[in-house]
């Protein structure tokens, strides 16, 4: 052991006097914390937005007049959905499936972005994140380290008086993986300062842990790479131009060609199409605005037999109200078999993109990466869904009082004149159905969990880098 | 004996690059082993380290078959290749304590300084990177690394290529010490002048073969024929500097 730490102090006494190393980490370091502090200042930005925008929607709701409870369902809604804690470090895809959704009835409408700045944004290096530095940059930080750290002994010909000393091959090894190792850790170090932020934010330190721990072991398995590079190839260059061909296939071109396969191998349908089909269905239960509706009609019979009346004057409650309900359930169980089918599909589509992460580590880790700050797919679908539970709580709440504190005879009197327009409407009190919206992330075991198949993927990379480089290790030879 | 070679045969891509060569080298002996290149000098030296085993035929250091215990031998010996480089980031004092550690010896700066001025390494130039060295400086360095290690052996390969003539005077004279106190020295050369003056037995390797084997008092006798045969790879025959 005491070999190992000499070997791995030699090397950071080797880098430390190297003008390239230095350079190297030094321009990483610039450009980490600049995203991190760049990302930081507009995540912090985007949250107080989107709260703020959020309340005075909730507000705009609220104080809306007194007005016929129909017309409210109409009126609408916003969701704003705040960022994840961890998003200062992980945008994920939040960039492309935007944070703002408009909830109204008989629709569920598709989210979108919430402000014209974020659209100005992608004219810029908005995309560069501290996560994508990780996945992308950082490699090739450690190759540029590592790369000579075997070979640079064979040509500068001290491998055959070290392993002639008695030093075997896997304790020169591991004492270089050693080096490289603490200092992909300090490389990670911004990340925990990010992380710290984070906690202040209102996320777990598990999170923060299993983020960290995710990106180590990333980063040891390019240590393996770039350290089994340098033992197998006899020169420098030899040795350089891999392992750089290597990042460029992993980084770049597999994670590009996985995504193109996924999306030809399991086509999601497009939206206008999805669209018209929903249309046509939805149609078949009956539309919620006209009593008389055909599809209606056993619900009407059914009313009327269980209040023993037989006009629907004669009801206790507004039939129109009782219809737009029935329909809206009617409407949103299509809707929510729509959703379904479509949130199944883009599962489908993401669980072929995480199998091609036995290809590319990248692939893996951005998943990882994504899944534990609460910004991957699955929490795409988790506002999708809790948006959709308060859509359907508010409309139907309006519905309720649509049924309950409107009499049928105002209500379908309301165009005679503006005295039954005025008794067409209801107090604005009853607009309190909605309870303030605040979207949250999974807890931790759940997106753990969600993300345990890049997790085995990543731990099957690490053990077979590290196996090949320990049999190497015990092979090699001046 | 400190090394022996015995009916050693070795295989390389599939060609024999030693035939059954055997001979031996005593404690505070020389042996200087001569050939043009390709001959299976180096491999030679290798072999005692462990790091081409034999195909037939065994290699001993201290009695003890390398085979069966390489860490064992290697323990014992100190090994200085053709291009001597060390560590070019490092001055010759940080060199020493660094590969000291290494191997699991512990120096003082004194010690060091001892060795270094055993091996006539100016004071002026320790605190130089080794990286501004001339190879005969490194190859001091290297040498005062042997002696502070204090091992039983030491294998050169090609110590005199590429020094001028007084630094090889000046190498020989350490080596000619480090033998007198007791080591075994097994040096492998093209420079038949120089081996003829230093060492106390010589060896002629052709082909993987030894062709010839002579002690010091002997040297007079050394069949400038056989000298030829063994650099017959060689355009300049380093035969003629023998009988110059």
Known sequence: MKQVLLIAAGEWRYWLRSQLALGGALIFLVLIVATSLLNNLRMEAEKQTRTRQQTEAEETFLSQPDRHPHRMVHYGHYLFRAPAPLALLDPGIDAVTGQAIFLEGHRQNTVMFAESAASADFGGLSWLSPALIYQLFAPLVIILLGHGSVVRERETAMLAPLLAMGISGRTLIAGKALALLSFAVCLLLPLVAGGAMALAGGETLIALLSLFGAYCVYLALWVALTLLASTTFKKHSTVLAVTTALWFGFSLVLPAVAVDLASNSEPVAGKIETDLAMLADSRKVGDGHNANDPALQQLRADLLEKHSVERIEDLPVNFRGIVAMEAEQKLTKVLNDYAASRMAAERRQEKRLIDYGWLTPVLAVAFLSRSIAGTDLAHYHRFQRAAEAVRFAFVQGLNRVHVEKLSYQDDINRNKNEAAWQRARVDASNWQVLDTFQFRTAGISQRIQHASSSIRILLAWLTVMFGILFWCGGKIKP | ???????????????????????????????????????????????????????????????????????????????????????????????????????????????????????????????????????????????????????????????????????????????????????????????????????????????????????ATEQAHIDTETVHKAFSSTADSPAHALSA
């Open chain 2, 1 to 215: 004996m400190k090394l022996q070679a015995d009916s050693l045969h070795i295989m390389r891509s599939g060609q024999e690059v030693l035939s059954g060569i055997s001979f031996s080298v005593d404690s505070g002996e020389i042996y200087a082993l001569l050939g043009g290149n390709g001959a299976g000098k180096s491999t030679t030296l290798l072999s005692f380290l462990g790091f081409l085993p034999p195909s037939s035929g065994r290699v001993c250091v201290n009695g003890n078959d390398v085979e069966s215990d390489i860490a064992l031998a290697r323990k014992v010996i100190a090994y200085l290749p053709e291009s001597v480089s060390l560590y070019g980031h490092l001055n010759a004092y940080e060199n020493i304590d660094y590969l000291l550690q290494l191997s699991g010896v512990s120096a003082s700066g004194e010690k060091i300084n001892t060795a270094l001025d055993q091996v006539s390494l100016m004071p002026a130039a320790r605190q130089r990177k080794l990286r501004d060295y001339s190879k005969g400086m490194r190859q001091r360095v290297a040498i005062a690394l042997a002696i502070l290690r204090d091992t039983d052996i030491l294998l050169l390969d090609e110590p005199s290529s590429g020094l001028d003539p007084g630094a090889i005077d000046e190498f020989h004279q350490i080596v000619r010490n480090l033998a007198d106190n007791g080591k075994a020295i097994l040096m492998v050369t093209h420079d038949v002048y120089g081996a003829c003056q230093v060492a106390d037995k010589i060896g002629l390797l052709h082909n993987g073969k030894l062709v010839g084997e002579y002690a």
